[in-house]
């Protein structure tokens, strides 16, 4: 046995617990041998690591299904987001990008990826801006994606940041960027110059997947235009190529500010069609209702309806110290936490959905096969001092265990304040209660 974890308290998915505690033994080979229920009489193997988790929450690792890796530790280069809209951001960026070389992409992606490691996040889709005649970037990331690829998986998304027509060239640089190794096929239809192409722009995409047995995963919708209905295209190429959840819409802000006629439509499509919706809530808190007086839109998709409609959303993070967001590090239990209240997920029986959506609802938009912290699966996983998803999200925790395919990759020990408080003895605060 290389490691065993004692007396963890299992997340099974859709913030849910196993009934009782386990034991979770990794073998020698790096895969899961078993999970068992916790028995404190029994005594712990001889060898391997040992874990004692006190109660502690096993998980499968944190999932990020919505990145940029390429533009992440940008912000302010060469010049500060002063309006802070999604278009100014995107202005910001064309400039950024004439600069970029291979070493600048590689040190800042390999330094957030760093980050999310660290705070036990073992996958990752990030989208690649391939409007760049050299495409640097995308070569740049299939480069760190083979050397994280012991540690961690990496999905890049061939995305056309400044358009697939609008964009001199931009179908062949779809087609390179295939060719090159993308992983995804993305789009941007709400960016085109026209509603026409916007629709020809999404058929691109759908094709192109297609030809190379891909997915899709189209940038949709990011924009507080109630008109802009992109979505209901995607949805229909995806429920008629078949791809179906093999195909994800980001962002669908414009969804935000939907009638409940065309909504009620919408919810019926997306459910047939089986694709994911990816909310990223720090981007688009910034981003939207830049345009509006009050009252200001919130500027997200329908979280709570989707939701309630059987359709997949996870929550991304989007932006990492760039043009569109100046902050961030890459926690998944922040994204989470802004995201539940950004949308209103804040029932008791909500909030553990919150944490679903950055493991196991995330992992379905990425498609991970062996996902999960069962027998014979990679031993990957994250052990978080907190009882519950609820109470991991509550206090914001980090991982005192980040594991790799049964190997240690991270430790954290747990933050410890204490306080000296009047007419009583220095004591430790710990932001629990019974
Ligand atoms: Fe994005």
Not at 33 to 39: C, K, T
Not at 383 to 408: D, F, I, K, N, T
């Amino acid at each position: 046995m290389r490691m065993i974890v004692r007396g963890a308290r299992l997340h099974t998915g859709e913030g849910r617990l196993a009934p009782g505690p386990v034991d979770v033994e990794v073998a020698e080979d790096g895969r899961v041998a078993r999970v068992v229920p916790y028995d404190d009489q029994k005594e712990p193997p001889a060898t391997g690591t040992l874990i004692e988790a006190h109660g502690d929450l096993i998980s499968a690792p944190f999932v990020e299904p919505h990145i940029h890796l390429d533009t992440a530790l940008t912000a302010g280069e060469p010049r500060p987001n002063a309006s802070g809209t999604l278009w100014e951001g995107i202005a910001c960026w064309s400039e950024r990008k004439q600069s970029l070389t291979r070493e600048d992409v590689i040190a800042r992606a390999t330094e957030v990826l760093r980050w999310q490691a660290a705070q036990g996040v073992l996958y990752v889709r990030t989208h690649c801006d391939v409007t760049d005649d050299r495409l640097v970037a995308l070569d740049a990331l299939a480069e760190v994606r083979d050397r994280v690829r012991e540690v961690m998986t990496l999905q890049i998304v061939a995305f056309p940041q400044e358009g697939i027509l609008s964009f001199p060239g931009g179908g062949k640089l779809m087609s390179e960027a295939v060719a090159r190794g993308a992983d995804v096929v993305g789009a941007i239809p709400h960016f085109e110059d026209t509603r026409e192409d916007g629709v020809a722009s999404l058929h691109l995409a759908f094709e192109l997947a297609e030809r190379h047995g891909l997915r899709v995963d189209a940038h949709c919708d990011e924009i507080d235009d109630e008109q802009s209905r992109f979505v209901e295209v995607l949805a229909t190429l995806a429920l008629r190529s078949g791809l179906g959840g093999r195909a994800t819409a980001s962002h669908t802000t414009a969804m935000g500010s939907y009638n409940g006629a065309y909504s009620y439509k919408l919810q019926r499509l997306l459910r047939r069609s089986g694709i994911n919706l990816v909310c990223n809530p720090f981007a688009n808190l910034n981003l939207q209702g830049r345009f509006d007086g009050y009252p200001r839109r919130r500027g997200l998709t329908q979280v709570k309806e989707m939701l309630a409609a059987g359709v997949n959303v996870a929550f991304g993070h989007d932006d990492v110290m760039d043009p569109w967001n100046a902050l961030g590090t890459g926690n998944p239990l922040q994204t989470a936490l802004m995201g539940l209240y950004a949308a209103q997920l804040t029932g008791a029986d909500e909030i553990p959905t919150a944490f679903s959506m950055v493991t196991d609802r995330a992992a379905r938009v990425l498609g991970l096969e062996e996902y999960g912290i069962t027998e014979g699966a990679p031993a990957s996983f994250v052990l978080l001092p907190a009882p519950s998803p609820a109470e991991a999200l509550r206090r914001q925790v980090r991982p005192r265990h980040v594991v790799s395919r049964g190997h240690l990759l991270a430790t954290t020990p747990p933050a410890a304040t204490h306080l000296t408080w009047p007419d009583e003895p220095p004591r430790e605060v710990t932001f629990t209660h019974p």
